[in-house]
């Protein structure tokens, strides 16, 4: 007699548990990509929020659901076949990040819409609208007090070419975007110091 996948309720139970928990670490590691894991916030109980004094995007949100859909062959667990498993782990940890991707962007594009900071770099080259970019951006600082730098998505077919064009810009641009993050930097650490002096008590 052969195999018969899942007999016992407790083994059905441990595989979906264990097949959950791989795509939950799959998209941790995907999601890292774009944001860092301390401005990643999770709910215990609710499905709405609001934020009244975001100027920039929506005052109020809720949490929206996506789904996806994969297929497991029950002959090819009793098989044995095991790589059929980690592919279908693939295959929604791949359509869950592909929809967490449109709705990040969307978000973006929305609140820099709001805020005015968009770039036209149509008629310019991509130094001059990254320096244009990171001038009108208000950039804070990281665990160790260095400036926190944006980070940038670009379409792999205009890699090359934007890469090209940064490294030919020449030394003066260099040291001009170098002045840019000191100027950065600096208005960071005014900013933080400004914050924490809200804080302190007078000595009695």
């Not at 929809?99 to 130094?127: A, H, I, Y």
């Not at 001059?128 to 379409?155: A, K, N, Q, V």
């Amino acid at each position: 007699m052969g195999k018969v996948p899942f007999h016992f309720p407790e083994v059905e139970t441990e595989f979906m548990k264990g097949f959950a928990e791989a795509i939950g670490e799959n998209a941790r590691i995907l999601r890292e990509r774009y944001m860092a894991p301390d401005n990643v916030l999770k709910f215990s109980h609710g499905r709405t929020w609001e934020a009244p004094a975001n100027a920039l995007g929506d005052t109020t949100g809720e949490i929206k659901q996506h789904g996806t859909e994969t297929e497991l062959n029950l002959k090819d667990i009793a098989a044995g076949k095991v790589e059929t498993v980690f592919l279908a782990v693939s295959q929604v940890t791949d359509d869950m990040n592909s929809q967490m991707e449109r709705l990040l962007f969307e978000t973006m594009s929305n609140s820099t819409k709001k805020s005015g900071q968009v770039v036209d770099g149509s008629q310019k080259t991509f130094p001059e609208s990254m320096y244009e970019m990171l001038e009108m951006m208000e950039l804070p600082l990281d665990d160790d007090g260095e400036l926190s730098m944006p980070t940038m998505f670009i379409h792999p077919s205009q890699s090359a070419k934007l890469e090209a064009q940064v490294k030919s810009a020449g030394i003066e641009f260099d040291e001009k975007f170098s002045a840019l993050k000191e100027r950065k930097k600096f208005e960071a650490q005014e900013r933080e110091r400004q914050r924490l002096a809200r804080f302190e008590r007078p000595e009695t």
